[in-house]
Nanobody, 120 residues
Framework: QVYLVESGGGLVRAGESLRLSCASS????????MAWFRQRPGEEREYVGA????????DYADFVKARFTISRDYTKDTVYLQMRGLTPDDAAVYYC?????????????WGQGTQVTVSS
């Protein structure tokens, strides 16, 4: 069992940056690939990107276009989503997830989400 808690969301202006964090507890952090998803208003949840169990592999959705970076800190059992050049289209609830496979779009454990709002 893995428990995930996201933080770092908030209100930013277009063009600014924001870093989301996801703290993991329960099962061994290094056993899981970690991913970020987002759900924009009125839309289905969509994949943002993921990082492998070792941290040496990353995968991103096409829309990220090198603006976002996923990293993980094994000393803090935390995964991060660094977002740059935010636009109003990036406004969403962002979720982190944990699963056994990388790369994958299917994950077993989910956080509760953190809201990101981007003003134009």
């Amino acid at each position: 069992q893995v428990y995930l808690v996201e933080s770092g969301g908030g209100l930013v202006r277009a063009g600014e940056s924001l870093r989301l964090s996801c703290a993991s507890s329960g099962d061994t952090f290094g056993n899981y690939a970690m991913a970020w998803f987002r759900q924009r208003p009125g839309e289905e949840r969509e994949y943002v990107g993921a990082i492998s169990q070792t941290g040496r592999g990353t995968d991103y959705a096409d829309f990220v276009k090198a603006r976002f970076t996923i990293s993980r800190d094994y000393t803090k059992d935390t995964v991060y989503l660094q977002m740059r050049g935010l636009t109003p289209d990036d406004a969403a609830v962002y979720y982190c997830a944990a699963g056994p496979s990388f790369p994958s779009r299917r994950y077993d454990y989910w956080g509760q989400g953190t809201q990101v709002t981007v003003s134009s």
